[in-house]
């Protein structure tokens, strides 16, 4: 469901009408009733089908989209988020992991939620994925990947001030994310050897020293360490020459230390087709790569590519542990 006052529905309604022939199918745990009213406002011919369990799906999909229905408190109107229906959306999202967790659906795509109005609803988790590792048991494990055709990119710290991001910043957590990362590129996208870049935290990786120690004395340890783990690790490596093509052309993940200096060069390279996986669960899970965009909910212009590439990445991805856990 995820925020339901923001783009969400929206982009799934138009995910539908908008999917190809060789996608796999899927459903939304979401108010059939907010998704018929959705889809009349903005003028989508979705039929809009409800089923009491994933196991309907397959016959239905091609001609409606299924609702597993799933009550909000209040009514919505796009744009005006209302925290009285946080409960609700967390209430999805728990449902949506237990279905996993039971093997009855491949994997969990979630729709942008906003963590202000959340945590107004009493909901006590930074986000997403937090929320996710704790259903899961993985809290404290979880790591969130960003990946697009062209870049992957792993942020060391995430949701935190840049100041603290520094401060939290170790060789024991480089070494933990770098280990994950390499074991995740293995299982869910199939690579047999990947490739890490371990990106420096200051610029020109501290310069031997003359822009800062941190470098030298925390990463290039913990690249060592990966390394020494039997890990195809490079680094560290100046940020500002990362990213352009001949240098992705040698990896196939960047690590990097902290949220922006990930985010920023993926969302340049491809902001509409970017995917959020977290790595390290014991289900599949992978959302779009943007926010609930309060300021263009309801009115018909937000796009569905980067949910399409989330539901594909998924399949994907669910596959790949198949075939690996073999």
């Known amino acids: 469901m995820g925020e339901p006052a923001g783009i969400g529905g929206e982009i799934a309604l138009t995910a539908w009408l908008r999917r190809a022939p060789t996608d796999c199918p899927f459903f939304l745990i979401d108010d059939p009733d907010r998704l018929r009213g959705l889809a009349d406002r903005l003028g989508l011919d979705v039929p809009i089908t409800t089923i009491a369990d994933p196991c309907e799906v397959g016959t239905l999909f091609a001609s409606a989209l299924p609702v597993l229905p799933h009550p909000l408190a209040v009514a919505v109107e796009p744009g005006h988020p209302n925290p009285v229906n946080a409960q609700a959306v967390a ?96 299982r869910d996208f199939g690579i047999i050897r990947p490739r890490l870049a371990v990106a420096g935290l200051n610029p020109h990786a501290g310069e031997d020293g003359r822009m800062g120690g941190e470098d030298a004395a925390i990463i290039a340890p913990a690249v060592a360490r990966l390394q020494a783990a039997g890990i195809d690790a490079k680094g560290p490596l100046p940020a500002d020459t990362l990213f352009h093509p001949a240098a992705r052309a040698g990896y196939d993940a960047a690590l990097c230390m902290y949220h922006d200096q990930a985010l920023i060069p993926i969302k340049t390279i491809d902001f509409a087709g970017g995917v959020n996986v977290t790595l390290n669960l014991p289900i599949v899970r992978t959302s779009p790569d943007h926010g609930t965009a309060f300021g263009i909910a309801g009115t018909g212009t937000a796009d569905p590519t980067s949910l399409l590439a989330a539901l594909r990445m998924a399949d994907q991805i669910a596959s790949h542990r198949v075939r690996a856990d073999a």
């Open 91 to 186: 209430a999805a999202i728990t449902r949506a992991v237990a279905l996993a967790q039971q093997g009855r659906v491949r994997a969990v795509v979630t729709n942008p939620i906003h963590k202000a109005v959340m945590s107004q609803g009493d909901f006590d988790f930074p986000g997403h994925t937090e929320y996710l590792a704790h259903l899961t048991g993985r809290s404290g494990f979880e790591v969130m990947m960003l990946a697009c055709p062209c870049l992957r990119v792993v942020p060391v710290t995430v949701h935190v001030a840049l100041a603290q991001a520094i401060r939290d910043l170790n060789e024991e957590r480089i070494v933990a994310v770098g280990t994950i990362t390499a074991g995740a590129l293995t």
